[in-house]
């Protein structure tokens, strides 16, 4: 009796040749992440004591975004540099949110994050203000494509709490939009009508008549 071709080349080898190439044509493609940008926050050297010494490795923050309103942030912890550095990219395009932005440069309105003792403010600005806010902060807004922001950090400067508690504020911000389709409403109803400012001649006017 024949026997069948070792490597699965039977009617079962079949079907997992066939699931094999169905999973491949659903993998993206290696250059769907090739527009992402990381950035490496912080990295620090840690040690364990064991019975024969101390075991040395690193610690590494990464911050990785799309500049197109997607960010994530990732820990890694390993014994070289370039492996904790890896461990941390590839968890933050794992946890990658999306963040609505106005005019595609700046926040909708003013948020409060908080994590731990971290506690940042985060301050819609208008054009031409750019990023002020601190190092992991500013790490942050870079990947994120965000021209324009205020922020400040009022808690503990631990870069991971700082990371943690902005990304907790950035989870928190809605746009108008969003707010108005979550109550049934028209964007308008939302936002209210618009103040007309008075006339720039109306105080001098105004003074005459006195």
Same mark, same amino acid.
């Given at each position: 009796m024949a026997r069948e071709p070792r490597g699965g080349e039977g009617e079962g080898g079949e079907r997992r040749r066939r699931g094999r190439d169905r999973d491949r044509d659903n993998r993206p493609e290696r250059g769907e992440g090739d527009e992402l940008q990381d950035k490496l926050v912080t990295i620090n050297r840690v040690a364990k004591v064991v019975k $024969?010494? #101390? %075991? &040395?490795? &690193?610690?590494? !923050?990464? +911050?990785?975004?799309?500049?197109? =309103? #997607?960010?994530?942030? *990732?820990?890694?912890?390993?014994?070289?540099?370039?492996?904790?550095i890896r461990k941390a990219t590839e968890q933050a395009k794992r946890s990658m949110i999306r963040v609505p932005m106005r005019e595609g440069r700046t926040l909708h309105h003013d948020i409060i994050g908080e994590f731990g003792a971290g506690r940042v403010i985060l301050r819609a600005a208008p054009a031409g203000t750019g990023i002020i806010a =601190?190092?992991? /902060? #500013?790490?942050? &807004?870079?990947? !994120? $494509? /965000?021209?324009? +922001? +205020?922020?400040?950090? @009022? *808690? @503990? @400067?631990?870069?991971?709490?700082? +990371?943690k508690? @902005? &990304?907790?504020?950035?989870? %928190?911000?809605?746009?108008? #939009?969003?707010?108005?389709?979550? %109550? *049934?409403?028209?964007?308008?109803?939302?936002?209210?009508?618009?103040?007309?400012q008075p006339p720039a001649e109306a105080p001098a006017v105004e003074a005459a008549r006195g």
């Open positions: $024969g010494g #101390r %075991r &040395f490795s &690193f610690a590494a !923050l990464v +911050v990785v975004g799309d500049q197109k =309103g #997607r960010v994530g942030w *990732g820990a890694g912890k390993a014994r070289e540099v370039p492996e904790a =601190g190092g992991p /902060m #500013r790490a942050v &807004f870079e990947t !994120l $494509g /965000m021209g324009d +922001v +205020v922020a400040k950090c @009022t *808690g @503990t @400067t631990n870069p991971h709490n700082m +990371v508690a @902005t &990304f907790a504020a950035l989870a %928190r911000c809605t746009s108008p #939009r969003a707010v108005a389709a979550r %109550r *049934g409403k028209k964007v308008a109803d939302i936002l209210g009508p618009r103040r007309e």
